[in-house]
Nanobody, 123 residues
Framework: QVQLVESGGGLVQPGGSLRLSCAASGFRLDYYAIGWFRQAPGKEREGVSCISSIDGSTYYRGSVKGRFTISRDNAKNTVYLQMNSLEPEDTAVYYC????????????????WGKGTLVTVSS
């Protein structure tokens, strides 16, 4: 049974940092691309970042490039999203997703989703 469990969300001031973790079970992390999506209140869900299991390529939406870093630890079956220089616009529920293959993009191809973790950026 595939499970994705996010953790690490919380309240942080603008300019602060958080690291999200996604603990995966029920499948080999090195067989599938993994990514992060988010949904802000009243807005549509959007892709934030993903990492390929084939060549380690990473992808980021424009608004987080240079601030967010995705990484994976296959030995721990865990994916991370390091978020720096957080802005109020980053406030959202962040979801960890498994793609249906080893490749990914920020728009489609997702297979399983976690339940999400809330990130609130506010002073």
């Amino acid at each position: 049974q595939v499970q994705l469990v996010e953790s690490g969300g919380g309240l942080v001031q603008p300019g602060g940092s958080l690291r999200l973790s996604c603990a995966a079970s029920g499948f080999r992390l090195d067989y599938y691309a993994i990514g992060w999506f988010r949904q802000a209140p009243g807005k549509e869900r959007e892709g934030v970042s993903c990492i390929s299991s084939i060549d380690g390529s990473t992808y980021y939406r424009g608004s987080v490039k240079g601030r967010f870093t995705i990484s994976r630890d296959n030995a721990k079956n865990t994916v991370y999203l390091q978020m720096n220089s957080l802005e109020p616009e980053d406030t959202a529920v962040y979801y960890c997703v498994q793609y249906s293959s080893g490749w990914c993009d920020l728009g489609s191809g997702t297979n399983y989703w976690g339940k999400g973790t809330l990130v609130t950026v506010s002073s």
